[in-house]
């Protein structure tokens, strides 16, 4: 961080500068954050919620697969990693429920291989495609191009269909 408050960050992305001389972003010293949760059907419906106020916690994972049951018809079976907030006393609550012990089905994929994960793929294509030489000047700016992003990812089927076959489920 420099004298001004700024973290300076050399540049991870297509940019350009002189010959010889590594580009430098000037990034603001900010607590902001957008926390994302997503998943990802086989036929290849990416759901998300956002938070801008706060990160996810077990209640707000709670939410989240309470819309996946409303949203997705039938069973479902949910691959996540081994976050506490996935293992916390309010989603242990949820699954204790019968209507939801009926439909729902949690399998914790090991933390040392987040490539199984379908959703590591969205985010990746995401961060190196979508968004890759975006710079947003505000939260409000970053969810913006966030939503954006998003719209165009749920228009590529074959992207969507790719995040399942890479690590090898369909």
């Known amino acids: 961080m420099d004298e001004s408050g700024f973290y300076l960050l ?3 992305v297509r940019t350009w500068s002189p010959r010889g001389q590594t580009p430098v972003l000037r990034v603001p010293l900010t607590r902001d954050h957008l926390s994302v949760i997503a998943a990802l059907t086989e036929e290849g419906r990416l759901l ?11 209640a707000g994972v709670v939410a989240f697969l309470r819309h996946l ?6 069973r479902l079976m949910v691959l996540w990693d081994g976050a506490s907030i996935h293992r916390g006393k309010a989603v242990r609550e949820l699954l204790k429920e019968r209507s939801v012990q009926r439909r729902l089905r949690l399998s914790r994929l090991p933390s040392y291989a987040p490539e ?3 959703v590591e793929s969205v985010w990746r ?3 190196r495609v979508e968004l890759a030489n975006v710079v947003c000047k505000s939260l ?14 749920r228009n590529r089927k074959g992207i969507l269909a790719a995040c399942w076959r890479e690590p090898g489920y369909l």
Do not use: W
Not at 140 to 153: D, N, V
């Open 116 to 118: 199984l994960n379908p």
């Open 69 to 74: 049951l409303r949203q997705v018809p039938g």
């Open 125 to 127: 294509y995401l961060k």
């Open 10 to 12: 050399p540049a991870r």
């Open 140 to 153: 409000e700016h970053l969810h913006r191009e966030f939503t954006l992003a998003l719209k165009r990812l």
């Open 48 to 58: 998300t919620a956002t938070r801008r106020d706060r990160s996810f916690d077990g």
